[in-house]
């Protein structure tokens, strides 16, 4: 926390004696989407005179158009990364430092725009960052479970010292909740046993996560990876297999924009689909008439849960149209389109306000709610050895990919990534073909199906 404040307080400076006031966090996974959720949420709360971004993906563009903004000079990065040997992390780190030596800043005084955040200082520690800019975190803290620790320095830095500590103040309430409320009240037991019954009972292999509070827009993301990472399992904790279903597919964003897009779908579609809604009872927004922008949304979360747990059946449809004036052949032919099933399966969860004691408490509901699923299915919440295998393959291609390099045989790779690896390698050679219009598409046999665009 007093890196944090030194850096709000414009006391951090770069290597031409300019204060810094752009931040960019490198990371990906557990190391971005918890402090990119809680800073967008959070930022009103605490402002201050610096500014943060968020770069994860490796894709140049993410990097490039986070830079071409900012003033190399008054730039700090922070590289976040649990073993600090994650590829996509460290390959922005590097180029964010040749973007620092471009613009005309001494090698011995880089360091002084890096701040490492890992379990692994050692690897820091060789890779050239200083050890008074390395922070810590225990190594038994899985990377979707770490906002609480030195991870969530960006947003410390956007809401101040006080500010976290409100937030680590929110978790540890629903922590003694957790420990101590009847389970017949306690909050993540109760969305935990929801959440197997809505899985296992009523078959809903999804979980939407729709928030009604603008600022939770990233919360969706950043359940998805808590709970399909840690839930995503097929064996239990003794490696046999499970036979029944595990983890939903998470997935969500903001409710008022999701009624103009998929909700469609939620209220006449085939799949069965359960729902978390999350509304804020108080808004201290300070924009003239935001108390009916609010009653708006509430009446909008309230109005959407209503109707996907009712429904509204045929004879009502009916009615409903005779009463709009339509003719009675009219009402008929359109109600089976207007008519809802209803039984959907939902939760209504309310925030006082949002603020950073709220949002702790929200964030560890879920994990722990994550946690009692895991009990119940027997299976471990705190690997992802599923991610490890296209991390592994992905290496072995970079050898292919690499320009003079042989490429593999069709005995050595499957004929879908041969002829991939064919097309981008025949770009490099002739970057200009890469735009020409397609004349062919190559459809590889199965296992899996690539289209290959020929020029």
Known sequence: LDLAERIRSN??????????????????????????????ALLEAGGGPVRLHFVSNPDP????????????????????????????TLLNA????????????PEAQAGAHFVAITSQ??????????????????????GRYSL???IGLPLAIAIGAEGFEQFLAGAHAMDQHFLHAPLAQNLPVLLAVLGIWNRNFLKAPTQLITSYVARLAHLSAYVQQMDMESNGKRTHTDGTPVTVETGPIVWGGLGIDGQHAYYQLLHQGKHDIAVDFIGALRDTTPLPHAAEHLRFTQANALAQAQALALGRDAASTHASLRLAGLSEAQAWRLSPHRTFDGNVPSNLLWLDTL??????????????KVFC??????THAYDQWGVELGKQMASALMVPLTPGEH?????????????????????????QAAHASCTALEVPAQPHTSLVAHP
């Open 373 to 378: 699923q895991a009990a119940i299915w027997n």
């Open 61 to 88: 563009s993410a990097l490039h158009d986070t830079l071409v903004k900012l003033q190399p000079a008054r730039t700090l990065f922070i590289v976040s990364s649990k073993t600090f040997t994650t590829q996509e």
């Open 121 to 142: 200082p050692e690897q820091a520690l060789a890779r050239g960052y200083a050890p008074d800019q390395t922070l810590l975190f225990w190594d038994w803290v899985g």
């Open 148 to 150: 609480w620790s030195t």
């Open 11 to 40: 006391a951090a400076q770069g290597f031409d004696g300019q204060s810094i006031t752009d931040v960019v966090t490198l990371g990906i996974g557990g190391s971005d989407l918890g402090p990119r959720m809680a800073v967008q």
């Open 407 to 431: 490429l593999p045989s069709a005995h050595d790779v499957d004929a879908s990534t041969l002829a991939s690896l064919q097309t981008i390698r025949q770009a490099q050679a002739s970057p």
């Open 355 to 368: 603020n950073p004691h709220s949002l702790g408490a929200l964030v560890a509901l879920y994990e722990h």
């Open 94 to 105: 590097t180029s964010a430092r040749r973007w620092l030596m471009d613009a005309g800043c």
